[in-house]
């Protein structure tokens, strides 16, 4: 049974004297994501400011791609482990998962805006039934993009509503973040993904336990 509650009470359970490490990386994340975007800005008005410009967007979706596993690495480890998440855990992430962040963004946005051309909603529900994907290739390495996403399908499926509705529970805190000129997203984040984290591990484990998945679909 999905219980947003719990997953969300447990996160900060999980991130009680452990809040350093997750909030400095998402202290970075942003800082480079905007850095990139203000220098997109700033060489458009140059000679060569289109192709700078497209550069600039390049690396801007491999920050996303990477900064993507980075994150959902970390906060996985917060959930399961009592261990605090340190600078290996960070590079570690961007060593072995670089490449499949990038390749699993574009599969994603690619699937996610094609069928939002049908319409918005239908995009919608799309992004959340692939949203658990990057879980699933943390947790199995050896599990590519596509694989990630069908997995992730399945472990959505009659639970898309209670996902959407839990990202609309933090809708509050990411306005007042807004109002902090987006500092607050320093601490939301973590505390946004750990819960995440918590819904994760259980959809897996009521895929698993009702036979709609088996451990060997976890596996190449």
């Known amino acids: 049974m999905f219980n947003r509650a719990i997953y ?11 809040w350093v490490a ?24 140059t000679s060569k400011g289109a192709l700078l410009v497209q550069l600039i967007s390049l690396l801007i979706v491999c920050e996303v791609g990477i900064a993507s596993m980075v994150l959902h690495y970390v906060h ?3 959930s399961r482990s009592t261990v605090p998440a340190t ?72 639970h898309k509503a209670d996902l959407f509705v839990m990202e609309l529970s933090f809708l509050g805190w990411g306005i007042l973040c807004c109002l902090s000129g987006g500092i607050g997203l320093v601490w939301l984040i973590p505390y946004e993904m750990t819960a995440f984290s918590n819904a994760y591990t ?9 036979g709609k998945l088996t451990p060997a679909d976890f596996s190449k």
């Open 202 to 210: 259980a959809l897996k484990m009521e895929a698993i336990n009702t």
């Open 87 to 158: 600078l290996d855990d960070v590079l570690v992430a961007i060593g072995d998962y670089s490449v499949k962040g990038i390749l699993g963004l574009l599969w994603y946005s690619l699937w996610v805006f094609l069928w939002s051309l049908l319409f918005y909603i239908p995009g919608i529900v799309k992004s959340i039934a692939y949203s658990q994907m990057f879980f699933v290739m943390i947790e199995n390495p050896e599990i590519g993009p596509m694989k990630a996403m069908n997995i992730s399908k399945v472990m959505t499926n009659g």
């Open 76 to 78: 996985l480890k917060i």
């Open 8 to 18: 969300k009470a447990h996160a900060l359970d999980q991130l009680k004297n452990r």
């Open 22 to 45: 997750p909030c400095l990386v998402t202290a970075a994340v942003l800082v480079i994501y905007v850095g990139l975007y203000v220098a997109s800005g700033i060489v458009a008005d």
